[in-house]
């Protein structure tokens, strides 16, 4: 008995607002094609979403400036940490902006 041949699939990727591209074929049901972000992002996500280098974010979370969770010896974002330091940020350059 011939069984169809399946087709590889794309692996998830990182897009540019953060969040994981899932692809996923129409043959049954529960397929999809969705967005699903990601609860944490290693320190080279992390960086590249931010477009900055991975030493200065070592150094962020080192100081305590930017949460993070260690898991081995892997240290993670959490989502919700990134957007509270954009939020933070933006607040800063908009009040120098201001004065």
């Known amino acids: 008995m011939d069984r169809p041949i399946q087709q590889k699939s794309e692996p ?3 897009q540019a607002d953060g969040s ?3 692809n996923r074929d ?3 049901p529960g397929n999809y094609n969705s967005t699903i ?3 944490v992002y290693t320190i080279e996500e992390a960086a590249a979403l931010l477009k900055i280098g991975r030493s200065l974010l070592y ?3 080192k100081t305590k400036q930017l949460p993070s969770i260690k898991m081995g010896k892997r240290i993670l974002i959490p989502y919700q940490a990134l957007m509270n330091y954009l939020a ?3 607040e800063g350059l908009i009040s120098h902006a201001s004065r």
Do not use: C, H, M, W
Request: glycine letters at 6%; aromatic letters at 6%; charged letters at 15%.
């Open 12 to 14: 998830t990727t990182l």
């Open 20 to 22: 994981l591209k899932e």
């Open 26 to 28: 129409n043959r049954g």
């Open 37 to 39: 972000p990601p609860l």
């Open 59 to 61: 150094y962020q979370v």
């Open 88 to 90: 933070t940020a933006s």
